[in-house]
């Protein structure tokens, strides 16, 4: 009886022995290559919190303008066609008399005007004034604020908004600028990131998803949106999306917003290759 017994747990071993054998031959191991890859959005390129800070810096709207197209701030890094160089960004100034705005557009291609954001400041007091600034949903998403207060005497902007002058209208357009701006290339979004982080380190204003300012004031610009924008746009319009589905970003080839390539090839290693030629098991 024992010795049966014995001869059956023979078997049964060398069978296990031999299903194991079988496995190891099916198993394979297969590497591939995985590119992954980061599709930055066009809000990346221009921080609005950091605009908020050069408004606070300019001393009219032309002087904002030219700061804002300045590549030593650094600010401006918004690559919407995706030629590889900073959108210029014109400034038009609109308002009444208790609610002063700038209107943030650049035109990607000849003959198209798409609104970046607009800026407006509200005399709360006669010694007080609020400022937000609103991101254009196509680029932000909707319900985008950066907001803050200000002393109407703590910025030499805002002594020249609430005199009586003549309201800018920027004269520059698609490949007519000024004399004194070259058109530059735009920085990889980690050293944008990073530049940004520092200039917005102690600012005052604040994300917001509501408006503290509620005026009739209309921005010229509303509404204005380009259809040919390649850069990956938070809430494009209908014609937007149709246009991109013709010429898709160069996010998709080389992965980055305003670098060369973000694309990271890893190896993963998969095992259990199934006899259907399908994979089984995690990495």
């Given at each position: 009886m024992?010795?049966k017994i014995?001869?059956?747990?023979a078997?049964?071993f ?6 194991s054998?079988?496995?190891k ?10 590119n992954?890859q980061?599709?930055?959005s066009s809000a990346?390129?221009?921080d ?11 001393k009219?709207?032309?002087s904002l ?5 300045s590549?030593s701030?650094g600010v401006?890094n918004l ?8 959108d210029y960004i014109s400034?038009?100034?609109y308002?009444?008399d208790k609610v002063?705005?700038f209107s943030?557009?650049?035109?990607p291609s000849?003959?198209e005007?798409q609104?970046?954001?607009t800026?407006e400041?509200?005399?709360?007091s006669?010694s007080n004034?609020?400022?937000q ?5 196509q680029i ?5 604020y ?5 002393g109407?005497?703590?910025?030499l902007?805002?002594g ?5 002058h003549?309201?800018?209208a920027s004269?520059w ?6 004399p004194s ?15 940004m ?10 994300r917001?998803?509501?408006p503290?300012?509620s005026?009739t ?6 509404g ?5 924008i390649?850069?990956p746009l938070?809430?494009p ?5 149709q246009f ?10 080389s992965?980055g917003f ?6 990271r090839a ?8 199934r006899?259907s030629?399908?994979f089984?098991?995690?990495?």
């Amino acid at each position: 009886m024992n010795e049966k017994i014995f001869k059956y747990l023979a078997i049964f071993f060398f069978l296990i022995v031999i299903m194991s054998l079988c496995n190891k031959r099916e198993t394979k191991v297969a590497r591939y290559n995985v590119n992954v890859q980061t599709v930055t959005s066009s809000a990346e390129g221009l921080d609005l919190k950091a605009v908020g800070e050069l408004v606070k810096k300019a001393k009219d709207a032309k002087s904002l303008e030219k700061m804002l197209n300045s590549p030593s701030s650094g600010v401006n890094n918004l690559d919407l066609n995706e030629d590889g160089k900073a959108d210029y960004i014109s400034v038009t100034e609109y308002g009444n008399d208790k609610v002063k705005g700038f209107s943030l557009t650049t035109q990607p291609s000849p003959g198209e005007t798409q609104e970046i954001a607009t800026i407006e400041i509200e005399k709360t007091s006669d010694s007080n004034a609020e400022m937000q600034i609103h991101g254009n949903e196509q680029i932000y998403g909707r319900n985008y604020y950066q907001r803050s207060s200000f002393g109407l005497m703590d910025f030499l902007i805002l002594g020249y908004l609430f005199r009586p002058h003549t309201m800018y209208a920027s004269p520059w357009n698609y490949g007519r600028y000024p004399p004194s701006y070259s058109p530059y290339r735009t920085m990889p979004n980690s050293t944008y990131r990073n530049r940004m982080n520092q200039a917005t380190r102690n600012s005052s204003f604040s994300r917001a998803s509501s408006p503290a300012i509620s005026s009739t004031v209309k921005s010229p610009n509303s509404g204005k949106a380009a259809k040919s924008i390649r850069a990956p746009l938070k809430n494009p319009t209908a014609s937007q999306k149709q246009f991109q589905a013709r010429n898709p970003s160069k996010q998709m080839k080389s992965g980055g917003f305003g670098r060369r390539s973000t694309s990271r090839a890893r190896s993963v290693r998969r095992s259990s290759y199934r006899r259907s030629g399908g994979f089984s098991g995690g990495k």
